[in-house]
C-alpha cells in the first residue's frame, strides 16, 4: 500500500480506523476538494485521534493521495472480452472518468505542485500510472496476438501515445475529460496503429 512507504514507527495500526479515516478523506475530497483534507478534519468526520493518524500517515497530502489511490483501484478494473481494442477504450474511459471527479482534479492540483521525488508523487506514479500502463500493455499485448492491431508496435510509444492526452487535459484543464475525448484519442491512435490492410478500408 502507498502508505506503508511512508508510515512512521509506532503502534500496529487498527484496519477498522484505517479505513474510517480513508472513508472520511475521500468525503472531504469530494466535497470540498483538497483544501478541506486537513488532519482535525479527517479525525473529526473518521472518529479517532490525529496522534492514530499520523502513525500511519506523514500528512494530510498522504491519506489525500491514498484515498485517492483505493478509490482509483476500485473505480479502473482491468477489462477483458472479446476484443482487446474495445477493452482498451473500456480502461482509457475508466482513467478519464476517476480524474473528472472533483477528487481527481485536487489530487492532479497536488501532483502538479508536488516535486517528482516527493513520497507523494512516487506513490501516485507507481500505484496509479505505472498500475494503469502495464494493464494497458496487457491488452495491447492481446491486441496484436488477436491480430486487432499490427504487430510492430512499440508499446512504451504507444502506451505513452494513448495515456499522456488524459494527463495533459487534465493537469492543463482547457477542456473536459468525457468518453468522447478518450475515444476520439483511441481513434485517432488506431489509424497509425491498425494492421496496414484495414487502414486501407
Do not use: C
Not at 146 to 173: C, M, N, S, V, W
Not at 174 to 181: R, V
Amino acid at each position: 500500500m502507498p502508505h506503508e512507504e511512508i508510515r512512521k514507527r509506532g503502534r500496529p495500526r487498527s484496519e477498522p480506523a484505517r479505513e474510517a479515516v480513508l472513508k472520511a478523506a475521500r468525503k472531504l475530497l469530494e466535497e470540498g476538494g483538497l483544501g478541506a483534507v486537513t488532519i482535525e478534519a479527517i479525525a473529526a468526520a473518521a472518529g479517532v485521534s490525529k496522534p492514530t493518524i499520523y502513525r500511519s500517515w506523514k500528512n494530510s497530502y498522504a491519506v489525500a493521495m491514498e484515498a485517492f489511490l483505493e478509490s482509483a483501484k476500485a473505480h479502473v478494473p482491468f477489462p477483458e472480452s472479446g476484443s482487446a481494442v474495445a477493452d482498451l477504450r473500456a480502461q482509457l474511459r475508466k482513467v478519464a472518468e476517476v480524474f473528472a471527479t472533483r477528487t481527481g482534479r485536487s489530487v492532479a492540483a497536488l501532483i502538479a505542485a508536488a516535486q517528482s521525488e516527493t513520497e507523494i508523487a512516487k506513490a501516485f506514479r507507481n500505484h496509479f500510472i505505472l498500475k494503469s500502463r502495464e494493464e494497458g500493455r496487457q491488452i495491447l499485448d492481446r491486441a496484436v496476438a488477436q491480430d486487432e492491431l499490427r504487430k510492430d508496435l512499440d508499446f512504451d510509444t504507444t502506451l505513452d501515445l494513448l495515456y499522456a492526452p488524459i494527463y495533459f487535459r487534465l493537469l492543463i484543464g482547457h477542456g473536459k475529460l468525457t468518453p468522447e475525448f478518450t475515444d476520439s484519442v483511441l481513434g485517432h491512435a488506431l489509424l497509425g496503429l491498425a494492421k496496414r490492410d484495414a487502414r486501407k478500408t
